[in-house]
């Protein structure tokens, strides 16, 4: 077993290239259970590739990546075969991920592409699943709509229906890749008022967004990134507030 004490996610040295482009540089951070962390940086300095290694949607050539007691340590990990699936399908099961856009199944309702992973990838009995998604439904504020089909709905309704999907899986922690960059600025709001009251309620969120104010209101925790590596790392009040190095301060006169 895992020290309680110790850190709920723990990234270390993680390298990943694609071609010669190389673009995580040994990135090292880690994640208190409960807490919410943001990811910051300019376009192209490696925040989507972070999350989705978490995920194992990309397979990172080196460095290890823990979430509660799942391991991998991708410079060991062979390439492919029984052992290599079983190990990355177990840590892509600690963690959830939203997307830009949602994703939903257009041909399926609200509360149908919520139990979708429950009920055919955990294999949970389908009434728990109900009863569940009911109560994550509720909780983004959508209840009314379980019968709905995706079309009817808002792109901000979709996006909170893309949050109880991940919330659905019971994931350890929740990844946030821009899941507002999509919107239309009216619908921004709700979507980011859904992710604040996770934070509050102690779900361990970590969040790629552009919304340096909202990242001030939730996050526990700010990484800055610039080139592959982590230039910066703090509470907010650190890296947004005071920032100490030349390369964030641009970042943030930029967008602010
Ligand atoms: P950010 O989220 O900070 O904008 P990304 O992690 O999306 O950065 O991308 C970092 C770099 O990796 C970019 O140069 C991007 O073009 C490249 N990249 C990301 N995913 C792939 C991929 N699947 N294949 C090739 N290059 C990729």
Redesign the pocket.
């Known amino acids: 077993m895992t020290d309680p004490t110790a850190p709920l996610v723990d990234v270390r040295g993680l390298e990943k290239a ?2 010669d ?1 190389h ?1 995580l540089r040994g990135i090292d951070f880690t994640v208190d259970a409960g807490t919410t962390t943001v990811l910051l ?10 999350l ?1 290694s978490l995920n194992v949607l ?1 397979t990172p050539d080196s460095g290890t990546v823990r979430i509660g007691d799942v391991e991998v340590d991708f410079a060991t990990l062979p390439a492919r075969g029984k052992a290599a699936r079983e190990q990355t399908a177990r840590l892509r099961a600690q963690s959830g991920m939203v997307f830009q856009s949602h994703n939903l199944f257009p041909h399926k309702t609200v509360l149908e592409n919520v139990i979708e992973g429950p009920v055919q990838v955990q294999k949970r009995p389908r009434e728990e699943a109900i009863a569940d998604a009911l109560e994550l439904l509720d909780q983004v504020g959508l209840i009314e709509k379980a019968g709905q089909h995706p079309f009817q709905l808002s792109g901000g309704q979709q996006q909170r229906v893309g949050i109880a999907r991940a919330l659905a899986l019971k994931p350890k922690v929740v990844l946030f ?2 899941p507002t960059s999509a919107l239309d600025p009216e619908l921004v709001g709700e979507v980011l008022s859904v992710i604040k009251d996770l934070a509050s309620e102690g779900w361990t969120t970590i969040i ?1 967004t552009h919304e340096i104010r909202f990242a001030e209101q939730v996050a526990d925790q700010a990484l800055f ?1 610039d080139g ?1 590596v982590v230039v910066e790392r703090g509470t907010c009040a650190q890296v947004i507030g005071d920032p100490q190095e030349e390369r964030t301060r641009q970042f943030l006169r930029r967008i602010l």
């Open positions: 694609f071609g482009n673009v940086g300019p376009s192209g300095s490696g925040k989507t590739t972070i989705r990309e890749d821009e790629v990134l592959g």
